[in-house]
């Protein structure tokens, strides 16, 4: 049994920022990777930050240079700082865990485990 609590979502204009947190309590993994994916109306569910114990980190280009995925293990919580937040940002945000793992998987189906989401909506 592995709960994940997403927070920090809002309303923001484009061009600021925002700092997602995820905290991670029950039964969880010690070598696990953990992720952040966006979902918007009519889109496929998307991986935006992708980080492994390990050090490995993924994001797609769409947010490269602009998102950054970290953790905090002591207090096992994830983060995702999000900066020059664009329109095309605007989604539901989750945070997913896969269990075990010793390599990096990117793909919805690799995790098992989810949080409710966090709304974040960009304007112009």
């Known amino acids: 049994q592995v709960q994940l609590v997403e927070s920090g979502g809002g309303s923001v204009q484009a061009g600021g920022s925002l700092r997602l947190s995820c905290a991670a309590s029950g039964h969880t993994y010690r070598n696990y990777c953990m992720a952040w994916f966006r979902q918007s109306p009519g889109k496929e569910r998307e991986g935006v930050a992708h980080?492994?114990?390990?050090?490995?980190?993924r994001y797609p280009d769409s947010v490269k240079g602009r998102f950054t995925i970290s953790k905090d293990n002591a207090k096992n919580t994830l983060f995702l700082q999000m900066n020059t937040l664009k329109p095309e940002d605007t989604a539901m945000y989750y945070c997913?865990?896969?269990?075990?793992?010793?390599?990096?998987?990117?793909?919805?189906?690799?995790?098992?485990?989810w949080g409710q989401g966090t709304q974040v909506t960009v304007s112009s």
């Open positions: 980080i492994c114990p390990w050090g490995d980190t």
């Open positions: 997913a865990a896969t269990g075990p793992k010793w390599t990096m998987v990117v793909g919805v189906g690799d995790y098992p485990y």
